[in-house]
């Protein structure tokens, strides 16, 4: 195919003639946002077999895709009189006028993937309809039509993805890296459509085959049985909006963010607003760079949501973004607030879990969808188990009394622990220090092990910040000696122009060079050893993301966090029994007490089974 008709050609005029695009090059335009690699194209296809309700979607590439991509189906086909229609851009049989557009419930209706993937390889379409006599092949480059032999249903062919745009071949990676992304698409689609079965075949060779399954049952087949054990379920509804999906505890947190799905009606998305909502759910919790693990289902009336803003559809825009975040942010922290040791059955109820401190939830995803405000109620740290704290003034706990208050406010008065037996306090009762470092202690299930560092930083940092008398006022800062300049995009300066109250209120001082330079002049006081620049990038790049005010919190936050770790009790500090004890109360007085604020456990839980087992004593 030519290109040469947009060549610039100059008129009598002297200026450039206006002329409309060709159709082949026009669908190359929307390939170039659409079709990325070969990956795009599986996407777009299985969303296709998928729409029309394929029970059965196998995927079948070549070199990666790079040399072919075959997806099969058994959805209910297009009529042969359809065919070419449906490489026609802007042809889809999935919305015929404006008010479709507002309740589409389909996967995508752009009406322009096939003719883009077309415009971009060599492809054929061979299909079938329940009530033709056979199948039917169509060739896009040629638009010859031939019968053709399958069952109902269609099979879209491409082969050699970008062989007229080899600049855009040019970008793909190995096959090895390519067919890991087709992979991934599949992975994506097999999550939301458990119903579906789906096999995947590279070079003659089968991938994976993932069967028609309950949800539960493709999670676990897909995601895998370890982020199965490192995960609670959710499941949480609010108004229109339903939240169903698990969420990886934090001392299960990776690397990378590689296992992080959420779907919107069944739509894979990365959106900002969302992952935003989820890192700041976590964030109290992990520490710097560390991904949780979790994959959700959003599922909202089509009405409150555009999923059409994106030419690749993976972002969403939400009618009431403020409302969605929040009530994902509140159900993801309430599926992960409930205590292991709390949420422990007692030593009657069934055999807990053979890994200490995973806690075993239901595995099943619960089928109805409970009051919101039940998932609500769980973040209250330890719901209705009664909060046991060492009586004040107890001997020799003035250490731990100080650290106990707030650096303002008094502490929390709780009922005497006289009114419960040591057995039934969830951390039982100390017995032993060792290493310096790990509590001992008895409970019902058996041995409690606690790193007593990890597990008293977050109780002084969630103290301080229940503590904070005014969340308004500014974080104390500290002048520069030396003033501190670093080059900043374009975007950074704008930013810090635009956020200046913000950044004075976390006690940063930053102005403006040049277009490319900022400097800092102050800091916060609390702050002394951060790398500056760093944290002011940082910043900068939260406000950008999220405006003012949350930002400002969150930076608390890791001030706070940081005093906390200075002033939490260090290792190599001899404890007394009481003092242990006290320390216990106070984790489970403390919300989030099973890890510390940068996602480590802070204890474990020892079976007596598994006890029995180290020494194979059957009991
Ligand atoms: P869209 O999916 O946005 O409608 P496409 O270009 O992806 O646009 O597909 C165009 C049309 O071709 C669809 O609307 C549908 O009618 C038909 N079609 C595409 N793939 C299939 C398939 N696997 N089974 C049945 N019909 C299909
Ligand atoms: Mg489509």
């Not at 507002?102 to 971009?120: D, H, K």
Request: glycine fraction near 8%; proline fraction near 6%.
């Amino acid at each position: 195919m030519s290109v040469s008709v947009v060549t610039a050609r100059p008129s009598p005029t002297g200026g450039r003639r206006i002329q409309a695009l060709p159709d082949t090059l026009v669908s190359q335009i929307a390939a170039g946002e659409v079709i990325e690699r070969p990956a795009s194209v599986v996407r777009e296809l299985i969303d296709n077999a998928l729409d029309a309700g394929a029970r059965l979607v196998v995927l079948r590439l070549a070199a990666g895709g790079v040399r072919g991509i075959v997806v099969e189906d058994d959805g209910n086909g297009i009529a042969a009189d359809q065919l070419g229609l449906a490489l026609q851009r802007h042809a889809t049989s999935k919305i015929a006028s404006l008010s479709d557009l507002e309740s589409v419930a389909t996967m995508g209706f752009r009406g322009e993937a096939l003719a883009a993937i077309a415009s971009v390889s060599d492809l054929s379409l061979v299909s079938r309809t329940a009530d033709a006599a056979h199948a039917w092949r169509l060739d896009a480059g040629s638009g010859e039509l031939q019968p053709a032999a399958r069952g109902v249903g269609t099979t879209v062919e491409v082969r050699e993805l970008f062989f007229s745009t080899p600049a855009r071949r040019k970008f793909l990676k190995t096959d090895a890296t390519e067919a890991a992304h087709a992979l991934e698409a599949v992975r994506r689609h097999a999550l939301a459509r458990p119903d579906v079965g789906f096999a995947v075949w590279h070079d003659g060779r089968l991938v994976t085959q993932w069967r028609a399954a309950s949800l539960e049952q493709r999670w676990a087949d897909v995601l895998g049985p370890e982020f199965t054990a490192a995960s609670r379920p959710l499941l949480a509804q609010r108004g229109p909006l339903t939240l169903h999906g698990r969420v990886g505890l934090p001392e299960a947190a990776r690397s990378r963010s590689d296992l992080q799905y959420v779907f919107v009606n069944g739509r894979f998305v990365r959106d900002r607003l969302l992952g935003h909502a989820m890192r700041s759910a976590y964030e109290d919790q992990l520490h710097g760079s560390r991904q949780p693990a979790y994959a959700l289902l959003v599922t909202i009336s089509p009405e409150l949501v555009d999923v059409n803003v994106h030419p690749t559809k993976i972002e969403v825009r939400f009618r009431d973004g403020g409302a969605v975040h929040q009530a994902l942010r509140i159900a993801v922290q309430a599926a992960l607030a409930p205590s292991g040791a709390h949420a422990d059955p007692g030593p009657e109820a069934s055999a807990p879990s053979s890994a200490p401190n995973v806690p075993v939830m239901g595995s099943a995803i619960p089928a109805a969808a409970p009051a919101w405000t039940q998932a609500e109620q769980t973040v209250v740290p330890w719901g209705s188990v009664p909060v046991q704290t060492t009586p004040r003034g107890s001997g020799g706990l003035a250490a731990w009394e100080t650290l106990r208050r707030g650096p303002e406010g008094p502490a929390v008065d709780a009922p005497s622990p006289a009114a419960h037996a040591p057995e039934d306090w969830p951390l039982g009762r100390a017995i032993a220090q060792i290493g310096g470092i790990y509590v001992l202690a008895e409970n019902r299930q058996g041995l409690v092990i606690v790193d007593m560092h990890a597990a008293h930083e977050r109780i002084v940092y969630e103290r301080l910040k229940a503590a904070q008398a005014d969340p308004d006022a500014a974080i104390p800062s500290q002048p520069l000696l030396l003033p501190q300049s670093f080059a900043a995009t374009a975007a950074e300066v704008a930013t810090a122009e635009a956020e200046q109250e913000a950044l004075q209120a976390l006690g940063l001082d930053l102005s403006t060079l040049s277009s490319a330079t900022l400097v800092v002049r102050s800091r916060p006081a609390a702050l002394p050893d951060a790398d500056l620049v760093e944290l002011v990038r940082a910043v900068l790049a939260d406000l950008a993301e999220s405006g003012g005010s949350r930002v400002v919190q969150r930076a608390r936050d890791e001030l706070l966090a940081t005093m906390a770790c200075y002033g939490a009790v260090r290792a190599n500090r001899r404890l007394s029994l009481p003092e242990m004890d006290a320390l216990l109360r106070d984790m489970e007085a403390t919300e989030r007490a099973d890890t510390c604020n940068h996602g480590r456990p802070t204890w474990r839980q020892v079976t007596l089974k598994e006890l029995d087992t180290l020494f194979l004593r059957g009991r």
